[in-house]
């Protein structure tokens, strides 16, 4: 269980901080100034307003006065927060509880994530403007008047078909000249767009001067459209054309975001359909983070701010820290339709945080009796929708409608479960038969070969292959590796600004991308940058734009700049991790086919099988190889190091874990990392709640690879691995080739840990 105790929870809601603790308000303070000194400043675009005063976030603590939660008195929930467990610590057990339930956790949605709403208007006014005839169908042009002497207006436009209703309802902010409505009608359904959405869309946002009207409250963007839907609802229910109890609601994108929102606070949505709309939609904040090179709170809450309550970024690396999370939205649309559908390679994307939290709201809906209710669409192609995605949407709405039968849609990409892959291999250890940790330094070579023991036992049985000679045959079509998915991520067809780029076939089928100065002589051999990407499911190794400046773009802060380490006089070669980019397809199936092995062994091997093409490449001196690995490339390079000895040195940013020290009670992922969530190393699951009989730990592989050098970053606020204990392991590894450094930071690649990596490379040539 994850228990919130009633204690910390009415300290998360208390507001007042005159009659706190000295002590607390002055480590709240000090926080704050922690988290300036951190976090990027914020910026709002023009046509945003957080409210009618501020203009930035840092605006809004100026004026506010705000400070951030406590965070000392704050549990921390390493996985997603638990929405059928009661402020109490209690599980919720009767469908009477999760009505009190309900209130409790939109409160906290409303504080820490969305804003909050004003009260429900009694005096909605309803004034047709237009109705007339479009071929076969009623087009009505509606403007709606509420509020305090009805200054608010909302425009909203109905499609009815011809026929005899009542007509269920597709209901969104999407205006006409997007392709959204039009095969609902087709379908039979009412298409209503109401206008309030992004101007960019060129439908104009009635719900922008509401900020003027309702001053005091804490009424962002996203908040505003989603109570926009609300109205339109008040709207709907008193026509008699409308089947009250079938209203759909969608949007796509950010407008994605605003639906989740509103189905998770008003009942009358009968089904919605949150469409790519990622983080702050169906992806949970704690797989955003800068290790998924996605959209963080630190990005949206920054960049958009005037989306989100300000508070919300004050859990910027703290996610841990949120008490509700975008499960909890998930599990407030429960029992009522809700099919996350989402393209698992767009860029802003995340399949593993989309499944998580999919199994996490499932358990909602089988409470409630109402699992059918749930789908999982994780689909094919880029950001955008089609006409076959509309299709899908009303194909939802028509089965949870009980208009037309229609088998649930559940896909999975990544799908791993502990539990699946303990059916799947057979496998069964007793913790209790494995002695308690004691670590030492390896000393002798028997000692060495124990380690090494260690390490290929976690990794798992890898199955014995032929001899790769397809390195004794070029040319090879190394080009046709990364498949159709490869052309989504701006990858390069040919040589970027200053580099030449190439490709070079390694492993089974493999191929790794290079890049070399543009000027490096024929033949000259260069030192060699090997890059391991982190936890990016979505598109490998890329970013959004590759090729552009260091600084640029805030995406590149999520892997290192390739030109500045061309300049610097390095070949840098990349390649995606099976499970990532374009081989995200690949790991679904990995354990029915190596029930044995481990996917974090597969990467391994992997990497190593990309250095014995290095010989064979011209221009790669494989005397001078060095790999950077950040996140997961780190666990990645920790252990490839380990157990091969052609790699020169490495670099490891924010991926070394104590495993036997990232217990529960530090609010870690620790063990569940590997076996639960990402499923790199399933045999560690046994060992959960026994860390101390753990027969791997990373100081193992660290020991092995020290002798060589070694630049090891561990950020003091990194909330996967405690600073502190990361520095008791690595202290047991005494080695002068070892430089571990822990600067002031969450677990992110920023720009001067970039600059601090190049420079240490650099320097040992």
Known sequence: MRPICLLLTLAILAPAQSTEDPAVTARRKAYLDQLLRVLKPSRIPADGRLNN???????????????????????????????????????????AEWETQKKHLRSLVSRYIFGDFPPTPDNLRAT????????????????????????AKLRVELVIPEGKGPFPVFLTNHARNRPWIYTAVRRGYIAAVYHATDPHYFNGDDSDRWVDIWQDIDFPVLARWAWAASRTIDYLVTLPEVDKAKIGLTGHSRNGKMALLAAAFDERIGAVIPSSGNS??????????????????????????????????????REDKLPVDQNTLLALVAPRGLMMYAGYAESAGNPVGFEQAYRDAQRVYKFLGREDNIWLHLRDGEH???????????????????????????????????????RTSGELLNPASF???????????????????????????EPPGAPNHQLEHFPLEAQNAGGWLQGMFGRPKSDPPGMKWAQIPFGEGLAADVFTPADAPEGKRLPVVVYLHGYSYQY???????????????????????????????AVVTFDQIGFGTRVNDAKEFYRRYPKWSLLGKMVTDTRSLLDAIPNTRNLDPAKV????????????????????????????????????STKDKGVEGIAHYARIHGLLPRLGFFEGQEDRLPFDFDTALSLVAPRKVLLISGTLDRYARVEDVRRQVETVKSPSLTFETPEDFNRFTRVTQRRVLEWLTSLL
């Open 280 to 317: 702050g939609e169906c992806d949970p904040w704690r797989y955003t983070t800068e290790p998924f090179a996605n959209e963080s709170i630190e990005l949206l809450a920054g960049v958009q701010s005037h989306w989100f309550s300000p508070r919300l970024r004050f859990f910027s690396g």
């Open 540 to 570: 490998g190794w890329s970013i959004a734009d590759p090729w552009k400046a260091s600084g640029a773009d805030y995406r590149l802060d999520q892997r290192p700049s390739f030109p500045d380490l061309v300049k610097a006089g390095f």
């Open 384 to 422: 955008g929708t089609t006409s076959g995605d509309i299709e899908n949407f009303v194909d939802f709405f028509d089965a949870v409608f009980d208009r037309k039968p229609r088998a649930k849609t559940e896909t999975f990409i990544h799908g791993y479960t502990f539990a699946d892959w303990q």
């Open 128 to 151: 047709v403007i237009d109705e007339k005839k479009d071929g076969r169908v009623t087009l009505r042009f509606v403007e709606l008047n509420f509020g305090p002497n009805h200054r």
């Open 626 to 661: 060095y790999l950077m690995g950040y996140s997961l490339g780190a666990k990645i390079g920790l252990l490839t190091a380990a157990l091969d000895a052609r790699v020169t040195g490495l670099a490891a940013v924010g991926g070394y874990d104590p495993l036997a020290l």
């Open 435 to 461: 002695p308690r940790r004691n670590f030492q330094a390896p000393r002798t070579a028997a000692d060495r070969t124990k380690a090494r023991k260690e390490i290929e036992w976690v990794l798992g049985e």
């Open 53 to 95: 005063k501020d203009k930035t976030w840092e605006d809004w603590l100026r004026r506010t006065g705000e400070l951030p939660p406590d965070f000392d008195s704050l549990p921390s929930i390493a996985g997603l927060p638990d929405p059928l467990l009661t402020p109490a610590g209690t599980a919720v057990r009767t469908k």
